[in-house]
């Protein structure tokens, strides 16, 4: 299987499925298309009809977009777990899935996914606490339920975490305040070995999208610790 992506650095919906995959243990190569570069888009072409990334590529299968990544290689690899067991956590786990998918606009605007650097907290409009309020919600009721002493949403990690792993970023590197419960989540995040090996990578990378900082006051560089 071969996995096409976008800077570790910035892209989201392209760790989304790697953290996944990665997780269950699953073999993959992988291919990354720095974004915001002249042929950025002609290269991404060649992967991908939606022009977007990320993409996997399995024989003469091609599947696009996060949550329709997991999706396909739950159906075939079934003995993989990638969502957790029993009807009811399996059917929560998708819901909130794909309220991550199709939501969150005011925090995914203002909070840009960026593993190397720590801001100072943005303005915090009324739609942007709104949405933070919510994924501490989220987070609590779904620990509360079916998490059973374990450290992620369903004790152990499943593709709701690969899901909602950015969000852990983006409060995380907005400074954004959160509750105790809420910051030991993104601790555990920080801590799993497919995040680990994500943000490594990530941090090593060449290229810089000025883009994705603009408006924001950096507290600390984390690639210039590694320089």
Known sequence: MHL???????????????????AVGLDFTETVIPLRMPDTA??????????????LIDGDVKVWESLAIISYLSDVHPECRFWPEGKVARAHAKSIAMEMHGGFQALRQSCPMNLGKRFQAPAMSDDLKANVARVEE??????????????YLFGEFTAADAMYA???TRLAAYSIPVAADTRAYIDAIYAHPA?????????VEPWTVAAYE??????????????
Do not use: C
């Open 4 to 22: 096409v992506i976008a800077n570790k650095l910035y892209s989201s919906w392209s760790m989304r499925p790697w953290l996944a995959m990665r």
């Open 42 to 55: 002609e290269r991404i072409r060649q992967y991908s009809p939606s022009g977007k990334v990320p993409v």
């Open 138 to 151: 989220i987070w609590r009721e779904t620990r509360g339920k079916f998490a059973a002493g374990g450290a």
């Open 166 to 168: 950015p969000v852990a």
């Open 195 to 203: 995040f680990v090996a994500w943000r490594t990578a990530a941090l």
């Open 214 to 227: 603009e408006g924001h006051v950096v507290i600390e560089d984390f690639r210039s610790a590694k320089t």
